[in-house]
């Protein structure tokens, strides 16, 4: 039997990455099998652990993608502006917004911290919207010294936010009241 070219393992595990994304986003990881998965990937089983190793590891790769979506949607939304504050708003508002629609929400914020272990859950998010988050402080012209504590505790302060907005999807109120919550916050920390 030939192997697959080096395009086609790609896309083999692109199709695979996508169904899984769909079922942790829908049953969580608990729920989600391998089997299934592959089902729907339309591949056997052995094909996902030869791209995956595990489930676990399956799971860190949808996650990764998924921290690497909201990092972008920040990137996006501070793009078009040299005014550093609206930057660090609409990032901000960016990342509140992106981490708690779509397959985010389950996977960053009810999975993640569960099945990835605690640092590489916070790996993931300092090496995208922490570090984003970090990059917009330091352009507001902080003491450095406080960049780190004041990084984490926005973070920690907008990832409890998004867990809280999770749980209310189709409360578009509670949206509304979120996003003047972190207004609130920006407010506080950029004086």
Request: zero cysteines; a negative charge.
């Amino acid at each position: 039997m030939p192997r697959a070219s080096a395009s086609d393992a790609a896309l083999t595990a692109a199709r695979i990455l996508g169904a899984a994304t769909e079922h942790f986003a829908e049953r969580g990881f608990a729920i989600s099998s391998v089997d299934a998965i592959a089902r729907a990937a339309d591949v056997t089983r052995g094909a996902v652990y030869h791209h995956y190793t595990s489930k676990a590891g399956l799971f860190a790769a949808v996650a990764q993608v998924q921290q690497q979506a909201v990092a972008e949607a920040i990137v996006a939304a501070t793009g078009d502006t040299n005014d550093t504050r609206a930057a660090l708003r609409r990032g901000s508002h960016a990342f509140l917004d992106a981490i708690t629609r779509g397959p985010a929400a389950r996977v960053l914020l009810v999975d993640g911290p569960a099945v990835l272990s605690w640092e590489d859950w916070r790996r993931l998010d300092g090496a995208g919207p922490a570090r984003e988050l970090r990059q917009g402080l330091a352009e507001l012209g902080l003491a450095p010294a406080l960049l780190d504590p004041l990084t984490a505790a926005l973070s920690g302060a907008m990832n409890e936010l998004a867990v809280w907005l999770s749980g209310r999807t189709d409360d578009e109120d509670a949206r509304v009241r979120g996003h003047e919550a972190l207004d609130r916050l920006l407010d506080a920390v950029t004086g």
